[in-house]
């Protein structure tokens, strides 16, 4: 019994959010409006600045809000997304109570459309 307990307090409590963007919302380069969604750094350290690519990007932003949510209510800006050198994505977070250390994402877009998910580990 005793390690029946433990093994569940082992256990993480896990939160997902998801999103879907039409990739044509990111194809006219609006300054304003990238502006209000992406940080400069994001935007230098783009390998590219296609709208599928940036449209994923959003979507991930979107997904990582969505799993923090039951923790706590996060901005766009206050999310970071960027791409390792394998080309795998990661979360950087301005929050209290999350760690970015416990959230993944994963981006797929198409010519059409772009999705992310985003899972984040509570406790
Ligand atoms: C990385 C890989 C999974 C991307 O899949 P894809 O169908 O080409 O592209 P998707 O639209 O689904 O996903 C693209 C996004 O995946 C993410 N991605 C890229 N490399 C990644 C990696 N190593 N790990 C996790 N995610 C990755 C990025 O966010 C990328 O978006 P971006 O290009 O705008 O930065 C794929 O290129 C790959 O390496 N597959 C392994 C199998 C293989 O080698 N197949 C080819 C021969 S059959």
């Known amino acids: 019994m005793i390690k029946i307990l433990k093994m569940r307090e082992k256990q993480m409590n896990l939160s997902v959010g998801v999103d879907i963007e039409q990739v044509a919302r990111f194809r006219k380069k609006n300054k304003r ?8 750094k994001e935007l230098k350290s783009m390998k590219s600045c ?11 932003k ?33 929050s209290r109570l999350v760690k970015a250390r416990n959230l993944r994402i994963s981006i797929s877009h198409s010519k059409d ?4 998910f985003a899972i984040v580990a509570i406790g």
Do not use: W
Request: charged share 20%; hydrophobic share 45%; proline share 4%.
């Open 33 to 40: 409006l990238f502006q209000k969604i992406f940080s400069k």
């Open 62 to 94: 979107e997904a990582v809000i969505k799993a923090c949510n039951p923790m706590e209510k996060l901005q766009l800006r206050s999310i970071e997304i960027f791409s390792r050198k394998d080309g795998q994505p990661y979360a950087v977070i301005k």
């Open 50 to 60: 296609n709208a599928q690519h940036l449209a994923g990007i959003f979507c991930a």
């Open 113 to 116: 459309y772009a999705v992310a």
